[in-house]
Nanobody, 123 residues
């Protein structure tokens, strides 16, 4: 199995940027497609972005397209989420997740989850 630890969250103002990191340990990192999800208070967890094992393909929710970029450094066992032009509606706990089968938008497809990191965007 794999252990995931997110970092990089914080309190920022609208329009600012943040880069989230997710460090993986355990089983070979390149065995997993990786994804980012988020959950706002009172809302269901939602897909943000995903990346295939090689990093060659990426996928985004409509809310993230053009503002967020997912990337991975397989040498560092880390996946990143660069978030630009942040909005108050981006406020949520952000989770990274690892999938053995494929990178997708459904949380059910992911096998391992981190504890999450809080992102708060003030207006």
């Amino acid at each position: 199995q794999v252990q995931l630890v997110e970092s990089g969250g914080g309190l920022v103002q609208a329009g600012d940027s943040l880069r989230l990191s997710c460090a993986a340990s355990g089983r070979t990192f390149t065995s997993y497609a990786m994804g980012w999800f988020r959950q706002a208070p009172g809302k269901e967890r939602e897909f943000v972005a995903a990346i295939r094992r090689s990093g060659g393909s990426t996928y985004y929710a409509d809310s993230a397209k053009g503002r967020f970029t997912i990337s991975r450094d397989n040498a560092k066992n880390t996946v990143y989420l660069q978030m630009n032009s942040l909005k108050p509606e981006d406020t949520a706990v952000y989770y990274c997740a690892a999938a053995l089968i494929r990178a997708g938008s459904r949380s059910e497809g992911y096998d391992y989850w981190g504890q999450g990191t809080q992102v708060t965007v003030s207006s």
